[in-house]
């Protein structure tokens, strides 16, 4: 990897403007994962869990809003909002439900939600996801006895906010991405493809491996072109230089391994929110690297 010098001066200025900004900003509800997702799983219906999700996730990097904020140069969103927060109906709706009327005026962390978007959690997601089997709340309460799903209604005991929360909690394999990027990740996978080509759960866990892998390597692919398109409209010079460079640098990273500093911050960056879109727990960390 090259080094190269990175003078924190002449970012400091911007940093500011960001943080600044997001201090500022109400915190909101985003609905774009929910509806993307259930948009996936309709076309779905009948596929194996595991087949289902790894399309799920890819269709929402496939086709989410992607934003390049006035002085961002580390890029990369995860809902469409400056300050917002996604929604998880396959885990669990009910809850959705319960505090659809109650996001703007709850006492403790509050969120705003428009008219708009509540009609079509109301009318579109909540509906569909009430009704869908292939949940983790579903599929977790078929483990439970009915005595026990009824003491926990009770409230005698409480285990499915462990169960159906994004747990988080994990350090994603960076090191794996940075030896040889998606590319050369994605020749891994088809190499053992080969190898296990009899053991068919084998099989299905590296087609969905292949199938995240490849809704990553589009969302980077996705910013690059992004980034050239407002480059082509920008009139400052300075801005333009830079939006050029965070086109390239990301479709660099969409293929290959990072090459620079610059380019394995954006690649982790992109990995940290990837994760997050997919999972949405605390505590997805950096580890050692």
Known sequence: MHTETIRIPEYAERINKMKEQIIKQPHEICIERAELITESYKLTKGEPPTIRFAKAIAYILENMELKIRENEF?????????????????????????????????????????????????????????????????????????????????????????????VGHFFPGFSNVFKGGFDGLLSEVEEKERDFSHDDEKLRFLETVKILLKGAKIYIERYSKLAKNMANQEEDPERKRELLEISELCFNISKNAPKTFKEALQLIFFVQVISGIEDGGFAISLGRL
Not at 114 to 136: C, G, H, Q
């Open 74 to 166: 580390l890029v990369g969103n995860r809902t469409t909002k400056l300050v917002g927060t996604a929604l998880f109906p396959e885990v669990r709706v009910d809850t959705i439900e319960l505090d659809l009327e109650n996001y703007n005026t709850r006492d403790v962390q509050s969120f705003l939600i428009s008219e708009n978007e509540k009609n079509i959690l109301r009318k579109k997601i909540v509906p569909y996801w009430k009704n869908e089997e292939d949940t983790v709340k579903s599929r977790f309460n078929s483990y439970l006895s009915p005595e026990l799903n009824e003491l926990m209604l009770m409230l005698l005991y409480i285990v499915d906010t462990d169960i159906t929360n994004g």
